[in-house]
């Protein structure tokens, strides 16, 4: 009888082993239930994609905060230039902001205040010569579309 619940034991052990690698295999990440978070294709560092871009801005995406670095307003072109197409004009630079992702649009809170929704696009393009998706998202501020690349 000792011998067979040591073997049961023994299974046991190994079936929680087995299990416990597969979930770090997988790189399984706990998330609360709150939905008021970025979704994590969005989380990390993204650059200005296009080095020659009249603006250049970098943003930091956390789990329930972004910061917005660069697009300044001494990027905007004089004479000729439009400032409605400046990426994110609107928010406060340098600093981690509430927000999250919903639906195709991203939410910031500035504030205090909840700001409309900025749609954008998030697509991935396998890069053979790296062996790896690069991802990019895409936004558009008056008319002019801005890229940024995952770093």
């Not at 970098?58 to 072109?77: A, H, K, N, W």
């Not at 790296?130 to 998202?137: A, I, S």
Request: net charge negative; proline share 5%.
């Amino acid at each position: 009888m000792k011998q067979k619940t040591a073997s049961l034991a023994l299974l046991l052990a190994l079936c929680l082993c087995f299990f416990g690698a597969l979930l770090i295999a997988c790189d399984w990440e706990y998330e609360p239930s709150d939905s008021d978070v970025f979704s994590r294709e969005l989380r990390g560092t993204w650059h200005t994609n296009d080095p020659d871009s009249i603006y250049s801005g970098t943003l930091l995406i956390d789990y329930d905060r972004i910061t917005i670095m660069g697009y300044g307003e001494s990027q905007t072109p004089v004479p000729w230039g439009n400032d409605a197409a400046r990426p994110f004009r609107n928010f406060t630079k340098g600093a981690a902001l509430k927000g999250y992702s919903e639906e195709g649009y991203i939410y910031i809170e500035d504030i205090g205040i909840l700001q409309a929704g900025i749609p954008y696009t998030y697509w991935e393009n396998y890069q053979p010569q790296d062996y790896r998706n690069v991802q990019f998202l895409s936004f558009d501020f008056g008319g002019r579309r801005e890229t940024l690349r995952k770093e």
